[in-house]
């Protein structure tokens, strides 16, 4: 089946203990993105990834860190939580670009205390 | 940097009627799409419009673009229950020469509740 997967779906975590949320697809595409999800303000994005070992900031990257070693994952590294970063957390990824149809993981729930 | 936004932000209606939201974005776009979000869950795509079309549907689902007003509107007929969700309008933005940005901008989302 293809599906873009994340864990872990719920985390709770302490102000400043480094986490890793991973994401995994199994459908090749070369897009990937990481989103967050905060009442009354959508989806923003966090950071993308066009292809292996090509990553770029979207809207909203201070104080996360991406990498793409394989086109299947992209993890999302929080080396330093805050109470801040408290949110809901989407994966997706798509063929080739932004441009196409994005396919979405079930999201992580994260509370930083 | 471009943001999509949704109107309404909450929408309510019986079940059997049709339910209109709008998406007004700021930057020349590749396309448009919409999403729909059930409770707390992952966003499932339901349509993309290219910036060289103006009307497009799907089953039940007919969309708009109008890129001189940078705006779309996103017709939902004969709603159901199974319609209730969050439903989002996403866009990628590109330079004067046409090339994507590579990122895609979602809008704060448009809740609709449909009443059995």
């Known amino acids: 089946e293809a599906q873009v997967t994340q864990n872990p779906r719920y985390l709770i975590t302490v102000t400043g203990k480094k986490l890793t949320v991973t994401c995994s697809q199994n459908?090749?595409?070369?897009?990937m993105s990481w989103y967050r999800q905060d009442p009354g303000l959508g989806l923003r994005q966090i950071y993308y990834?066009?292809?292996?070992?090509?990553?770029d900031k979207g809207d909203v990257p201070e104080g996360y860190k991406v990498s793409r070693k394989e086109k299947r994952n992209f993890p999302l590294i929080l080396e330093s939580p805050s109470p801040n970063q408290t949110s809901l957390y989407f994966c997706?990824?798509?063929?080739?670009?932004?441009?196409?149809?994005?396919?979405f993981g079930p999201g992580t729930r994260l509370t930083v205390l | 940097s471009q943001q999509g936004e949704e109107d309404p932000q909450a929408l309510s209606i019986q079940e059997g009627e049709n339910a209109t939201m709008n998406c007004s974005y700021k930057?020349?776009?590749?396309?448009l799409q919409w999403y729909r979000q059930n409770s707390g869950r992952g966003l499932v795509h339901l349509i993309l419009?290219?910036?060289?079309?103006r009307e497009k549907h799907s089953g039940r689902l007919r969309v708009t673009l109008d890129t001189s007003k940078k705006s779309s509107s996103l017709l939902i007929t004969a709603s159901r229950a199974a319609d209730t969700a969050s439903y989002f309008c996403?866009?990628?933005?590109?330079?004067?020469?046409?090339?994507?940005?590579?990122?895609?901008?979602f809008g704060q989302g448009t809740i609709l509740t449909v009443h059995p």
């Open positions: 990834s066009m292809n292996v070992e090509v990553t």
């Open positions: 459908m090749n595409h070369e897009y």
């Open positions: 930057t020349s776009i590749n396309n």
């Open positions: 419009i290219r910036s060289n079309e």
């Open positions: 997706a990824s798509s063929w080739e670009g932004p441009y196409n149809e994005q396919f």
């Open positions: 996403a866009t990628d933005g590109v330079n004067a020469g046409g090339t994507s940005y590579g990122k895609l901008t």
